[in-house]
């Protein structure tokens, strides 16, 4: 029998309704012990559509209940830092929803207080738990493309709607909706950057092991004054160039773009979510295709969960991103939107 385990969530909205609580529901031996979000309506109808004993609108009273293994953080973006900081320093792992914070030093933060009470954070960066993730890391790791001079990150998504706080197209049939402001607003996290581009920079800072170290960049925004495309040139720390950026504005109903390229003295990686293939090149010819099972496309948040679960459960897993991975995504779009402000290049 598995062990069992408590888990309460902190932020309650879309995406905890539609994918977090019942993805936790379904895993064996895990008790949702308590919810928490505003709104006492909402609160009292998730928790019995779900049939959570405990709801408040205090995320403190829930880090009081007994026994308590771990929290899910899906709270507001501007709101991660407080809630994943409040959870670790009480001794409780977080599941802390990206962007991990809005700040390097808030993220930097999260990752020492996590060291220093031996805890676990996940941040779930979907697609670093696919098996073509797990393949280019390890070809990577092993040479594949000899030494890494450059590398080149694109994301793409339909979400102009969203950013622009016109609604969501692709939430129409959902019981809660996105809260508008969480992804309109700038002065919340809103935005292109923090909302999707930190799920690219996650693959990327996965299968390379990079720090970044300086940043230039260039945004376009909406009318709330979310960015909608980011354009950034980084130098990283071992002195690979890298080109990383995208945009909101896909036509609705389309997927995902994402596209992975990494540049070597012996030859390039390729990967791309959109038209699922991983590919090596080699300047010997020893190439690499792998068959990908991925729909096109293709975006799920289910293995981040399970992991989380099992690290819980004191099982050996891998965590494919931790809060040091998550430090290193923040470290980028934090020097990005500052290079935006100052028209300069900005250390991390």
């Not at 109903?253 to 038209?275: H, N, P």
């Amino acid at each position: 029998m598995a062990k069992q385990v408590k888990v309460g969530i902190i932020g309650a909205g879309w995406w905890a309704v539609e994918n977090h609580i019942p993805v936790l529901k379904a895993i064996d031996g895990v008790e949702v012990a308590g919810l928490c979000r505003l709104g006492k309506e909402e609160l009292q109808r998730i928790c019995g559509r779900f049939d959570i004993g405990f709801g408040t609108e205090d995320y403190r009273e829930l880090l009081e209940l007994d026994g308590l293994d771990g929290v899910v953080v899906s709270s507001p973006h501007h709101l991660h830092f407080e809630h994943t900081r409040a959870a670790l320093e009480k001794g409780i792992s977080a599941l802390c929803e990206k962007p991990m914070t809005l700040t390097a030093p808030d993220a930097r933060e999260l990752d020492r207080i996590a060291r220093l009470k031996g805890k676990h954070v996940v941040v779930p960066f979907g697609w670093n738990y696919t098996d073509f993730a797990h393949e280019a890391r390890g070809r990577l790791q092993n040479g594949a493309v000899g030494e890494v001079l450059h590398v080149h990150c694109h994301m793409a998504s339909a979400l102009l709607d969203l950013l622009s706080g016109e609604g969501a197209w692709f939430a129409e049939q959902a019981a809660v909706k996105p809260e508008m402001a969480t992804w309109s607003d700038p002065a919340t996290g809103g935005g292109f950057g923090y909302g999707q581009l930190c799920h690219a920079l996650g693959l990327l800072f996965y299968i390379t092991d990079l720090e970044p170290a300086e940043v230039f960049a260039m945004m376009r925004f909406s009318k709330t004054g979310a960015d909608l495309s980011n354009a950034i040139c980084c130098r990283f720390r071992n002195g690979v160039t890298g080109m990383i950026g995208g945009a909101a504005t896909m036509p609705p109903y389309s997927t995902y773009q994402v596209d992975i390229r990494v540049f070597g003295r012996e030859g390039m990686l390729l990967l791309d979510v959109e038209r699922p293939r991983l590919e090596v090149r080699r300047c010997d010819g020893a190439h690499f295709s792998m068959e990908m099972t991925a729909k096109p496309g293709e975006y799920a948040c289910v293995e981040p969960l399970r992991a989380f679960v099992s690290l819980l459960r004191g099982e050996q897993v891998e965590n494919r991103s931790p809060a040091s991975l998550g430090v290193r995504t923040i470290e980028v779009l934090d020097a990005a939107f500052r290079s935006v402000r100052s028209g300069q290049a900005e250390k991390v």
